[in-house]
């Protein structure tokens, strides 16, 4: 039999009901994890409204502005996949290092160095300027890639060999990634004395609709760029690794019980590593995606903390690849339609809101609420 | 003493009754999709031990959690010496007087035994005087015969004594009615014995104890009077324990008759399979934990290994799996040298092991039955297709040993922690036997469980036995060692003692006390 059930005591006085929570005995259908998500983030728009109220707004005007603002045309919707982009690939990463429960919350750090491996390519110059753009994105994305994988080797190694706490580690290999492209902004690339490089030539930007406008007239002012595509992409791949492959089988095994796994004979080290490096990989992907496809220059700030948020995306996708894409998508109009509201303040409180509510209906999926009546006469 | 005092209270029981000092009456009580209690009734003498039996699952621990004020009933009601009670925690329960040892102790173990006693009661208000409440503690434990230091930190304490000091809690509180809830899964043998005598000297102080439970042999050793639950039904309700035999109850308990001697089929030993050479092993703490241990198992035999908890058994298996460096001596496998070698060394070359904890080793909780049987066949073929898994094969795989193994699950993607004790225990056995095994490796395979599945588990291991695999069964048993075992060798810090054929208990007995076998023969 389960625990004991949690009671509610006051109450009993003035209610002959009692509310009661109860471990769930059995799986909960399909739908209802969607239904309670859904509900969620109804409550927490709700909550969010009261917010806006208080502070002398029309929430229901501010979140038809917010729709709009994100999901309204075409233009809108582009520059959202465009927030999403990054955050779908450093969400896939946190997620697959989270399913073995190794806890790499640096993927800021894995972005930066992926930003600097792609940016290398173009900046030392690895590959002369006038290089095709079907050299250039391979090129940077290997770079980007093995740039991110060695960021998260590092800490992967450690972890293996001493043991040594990953969350540490990846935390403090954060403040190293972003001050080593310092370094190279302040020192190395910098153009003219500004913090930052001169701008990558044409051949080494990422392709976007826009560069399309002149053969289809409808992807005009259209920002989204092959990044989005890399990300999508990679949800696959990943979705394959975990759920398919004899790897993901064995990461999966790892991060339920590692006991088991190695009774089963799993090499945890070695997957240790290889996850962390995976992770990184991703990150480093994004950062390179981002480099190339958006900001086209290394500079200072290239990441309202796109490694940061997605931790969260990971975490309330519940580590599922394709839920990754759609979180990051909200998240990417919350974004941008934040902004438009207000620069910071009442949209980071509603995104944190909303953070609140969908963690603390996960309650509802493992638990039953039954109203029951008190029986005893006494 | 005991048994007078056993006959004491039998006599009470059939002369002029006592007066019941708790009655449960018609008690009903529901989980999401489980009727745990049918309205079960129950009543308890004063100053008796008062056996509760039942499988797992059949509502014991359900029943007694109601008493205790841990749970309410959803019918029913309580009385407590003729008066109706309600306890909405388990507060109240132990201001009435009831408290309950759970299974699973409930204590800091960074502060001593006195500390952990005095938590959450009103007394001392502000100021700890610990060194009185050190004395009012030795007190009790010493009225009692408790035994242990107030002053040692929990995580001193063996789990004997951390046992103890949740009775003296409960004893401090001033519960007259004492709830054990299976408490001796935890023990060792002599341990045992020691918290009977202990249940003998209260029961003799006055104190009612209900013993929860569903070992029929310690049923019968401590318990004047039985009731038997089964499926959330009473199905025997204040039997005394000597007029039953074994079979009865066991027929109580299950519903049906339970075979207590298994047919084994005669069969010659074939060639050599397990061979382990002049082991040596430390265990976690760096402290040497097998020293220069020897046996062998042959083809088509089951060779058990007996001895006390904590003397090396772990630390073997762990070595012969390859999870345990070896410091010295060989292991061989079919002629393979297998220690110190990877895990999977050993899996490839057929070797099954039935870990001990089947929670935290032997199975992953999260993961679906068809995640947690492909564990040592994921890799190969035809569940393995180069990189990939192939999901059918896997599905497949899994259903096949669900139906052939009984697994009582809605379907092979139900996740493992859904799965009752027993029914994992199916699941690891289909895993582990399915893989055609050379040697299987079965560590305690049946504890916990409950006769139904003691059988069903008992019965698997024959057959390998004559499919010609050979078992080197580690167990706490005996019982079970000596119906199923055709030698035993017993294990003594390390070190084999001895081996008998004939299950003499009384060599064995010897030998799990750190006789060898030789000074035994030469002592006749």
Redesign the interface.
């Known amino acids: 039999m389960g625990q004991a059930s949690a009671t509610t005591g006051g109450l009993n006085r003035w209610l002959p009901y009692r509310i009661r929570f109860e471990p769930r005995m059995k799986e909960v259908p399909a739908w209802y994890p969607l239904a309670v998500t859904i509900g969620a983030i109804v409550v927490a728009l709700f909550l969010g409204g009261i917010l806006i109220s208080l502070a002398g707004g029309d929430p229901l005007r501010s979140y038809a502005h917010i729709a709009r603002a994100s999901f309204g045309n075409l233009g809108v919707f582009s520059d959202t996949l465009v927030k999403a982009t990054p955050l779908i690939l450093v969400g896939l990463g946190c997620s697959i290092a989270f399913r073995m429960k190794l806890w790499n919350i640096g993927a800021e750090g894995q972005f930066f160095l992926g930003a600097f491996g792609a940016s290398a390519v173009v900046l030392t110059p690895l590959l002369p300027p006038e290089s095709p753009t079907w050299l250039f994105i391979p090129v940077c994305m290997l770079a980007g890639i093995l740039a991110g994988a060695l960021w998260g080797f590092v800490p992967g190694f450690l972890k293996a060999r001493y043991n040594v706490n990953e969350i540490i580690t990846t935390l403090m290999m954060n403040y190293i990634a972003v001050a080593w492209n310092n370094f190279f902004i302040y020192a190395v690339w910098s153009e003219g004395g500004f913090q930052m490089s001169r701008m990558f030539s044409r051949s080494a930007w990422l392709p976007r609709l826009a560069d399309y406008a002149r053969e289809v007239p409808l992807f005009r002012g259209l920002t989204v760029h092959l990044g989005l595509v890399f990300g999508l992409l990679a949800a696959v791949v990943v979705w394959y690794i975990v759920y398919r492959s004899r790897w993901g089988y064995e990461i999966r095994l790892i991060g339920d019980n590692p006991r088991a796994a190695e009774y089963a004979g799993i090499n945890i080290r070695r997957n240790t590593i290889l996850v962390m490096m995976l992770s990184g990989a991703l990150a480093g992907l994004a950062g390179m995606s981002e480099i190339t496809g958006v900001v086209h220059r290394l500079q200072g700030s290239i990441s309202p903390g796109y490694g940061f948020t997605g931790i969260i995306i990971a975490w309330l996708a519940k580590l599922n690849p394709f839920a990754v894409i759609i979180v990051s998508i909200l998240f990417g109009a919350l974004i941008l339609a934040g902004r438009e509201i207000q620069p910071s303040g009442i949209p980071k409180m509603i995104q944190g809101i909303i953070l609140v509510s969908l963690i603390a209906s996960d309650f509802l999926l493992r638990y039953r609420v039954r109203i029951v009546r008190l029986v005893e006469e006494a | 003493m005991s048994e007078s005092q056993a006959t004491a209270v039998y006599n009470a029981t059939s002369s002029p009754p006592r007066p019941p000092v708790i009655q449960m009456l018609g008690i009903v009580k529901r ?4 009727l ?1 209690n049918d309205h079960a009734d129950f009543e308890v003498l004063e100053g008796e031990i008062h056996a509760l039996l039942g499988e797992n ?1 059949a509502g014991k ?2 029943l007694m ?1 109601i008493l205790a004020g ?6 029913g009601m309580i009385l407590l010496r003729g008066k ?1 009670v ?1 306890f ?1 925690s388990p507060r109240d329960a132990i201001q009435a007087g009831i408290g309950m040892v759970h299974q699973h102790f409930m204590l800091v173990p960074s502060q001593t035994v006195t500390e952990n006693i005095l938590l959450g009661l009103d007394e001392p208000r502000f100021l700890l005087r610990l060194s009185e409440f050190d004395r009012k503690v030795a007190e009790v434990s010493e009225r009692f015969g408790l035994k242990v230091d107030p002053r040692a930190k929990v995580w001193q304490l063996s789990v004997g004594e951390q046992q103890r000091v949740e009775i003296l809690k409960m004893l401090y509180r001033g519960a007259e009615i004492l709830i054990m809830d299976e408490p001796t899964a935890v023990l060792a043998p002599q341990e045992i014995e020691g918290l009977f005598t202990t249940l003998r000297a209260m029961a003799a102080e006055g104190k009612t104890i209900i013993f929860i439970s569903h070992k029929l042999q310690e049923v019968m050793a401590i318990a004047d009077r039985v009731t038997v639950l089964r499926k959330g039904k009473v199905t025997a309700s204040g039997v005394p324990a000597r007029g039953m035999s074994r079979a009865e109850l066991a027929r109580l308990m299950v519903g049906r008759d339970v075979l207590f001697h298994l047919e084994k089929e005669a069969k010659t030993p074939g060639e050599v399979v397990l061979s382990v050479q002049d082991v040596y092993a430390e265990n976690d703490k760096g402290l040497p934990a097998l020293r220069g241990l020897s046996l062998e198992v042959r083809s088509g035999e089951i060779v058990g290994l007996a001895g006390v908890a904590g003397n090396g058994q772990r630390e073997l298996s762990q070595v012969i ?3 345990r460096k070896c410091l010295k001596g060989q292991v061989w496998l079919s002629g393979e040298l297998v220690s110190n070698k ?6 490839q070359r057929g070797l099954a ?1 039935i ?1 001990e904890d089947r929670h ?8 679906s039955i068809t ?1 947690n049987v ?3 066949s ?2 190969k073929e035809p569940i ?1 297709h180069g ?3 192939d ?1 059918t094969a896997a599905t497949r795989f899994a259903e096949d040993l669900k139906e052939a193994y009984e697994i009582m699950a ?1 379907t092979v993607r ?2 493992a922690r ?1 799965l009752s004790g027993g029914n994992l225990q199916r699941v690891i056995l289909a895993r582990e036997i399915s893989g055609k095994p050379r040697l299987i490796l079965a560590v305690q395979p049946t504890r916990g469980l409950d006769v139904g599945a003691i059988e069903g588990v008992q019965r698997l291991l024959l057959a390998q036995r004559a499919a010609g695999a050979a078992v080197l069964l580690i167990s706490e048993e005996l019982e079970e060692l000596i119906s199923l075992s055709d030698r035993i060798y017993v294990i003594y810090e390390g070190q084999i003692m001895g081996q008998v054929t004939d299950g003499n208990i009384e060599k064995i007995g010897l030998m799990m006390t750190g006789t060898p076998l030789s000074q035994i023969e030469t002592g006749d």
């Open positions: 989980f999401p999709g489980v745990a699952g621990s359900t959690n841990l749970y309410r009933q959803d019918a109706p309600t909405s799996t390859g999870l990877p895990v999977q060394f050993g899996i092991y870990p935290q080793v032997g199975s992953a909780p999260n993961l995640d492909i564990m040592k994921y890799n393995a990189w990939m898994i999901m809605p139900t996740p859904l």
